[in-house]
């Protein structure tokens, strides 16, 4: 019942942007915490952004490109727009929504290089 889809990943050179969606269902969508979380070869999976219930944001010390979350309540859809773009910034993000319980999305790749 409950899922979380995430989509927009891709490849994209050094300095492009990309936007990740992930659309959930099955949860009260309004009252979970958000994150994007990311995970490459060799490296242990971590945090790059959350967006509480009223949409306050935080972000990983590792983020070092330009990435805003935000989501809309209306669609039950969080959102990660990532400018920037670096190739240390290529993973498999992950959607994560954390309240009582905590889910998590399949993944979408993304993959920064020239």
């Known amino acids: 019942q409950v899922q979380l889809v995430e989509s927009g990943g891709g490849l994209v050179q050094p300095g492009g942007s990309l936007r990740l969606s992930c659309a959930g269902s099955?949860?009260?969508?309004?009252?979970?915490?958000m994150a994007w979380y990311r995970q490459s070869p060799g490296k242990e999976r971590e945090l790059v952004a959350t967006?509480?219930?009223?949409?306050?944001?935080n972000y990983g010390d590792s983020v070092k490109a330009r990435f805003t979350i935000s989501r809309d309540n209306a669609k039950n859809t969080v959102y990660l727009q990532m400018n920037s773009l670096e190739p240390d910034n290529t993973a498999v993000y992950y959607c994560?929504?954390?309240?009582?319980?905590?889910?998590w999305g399949q993944g979408t790749q993304v993959t920064v290089s020239s």
């Open positions: 994560n929504a954390r309240r009582w319980s905590d889910h």
């Open positions: 967006v509480t219930r009223n949409s306050r944001t």
């Open positions: 099955g949860i009260i969508f309004s009252v979970y915490d």
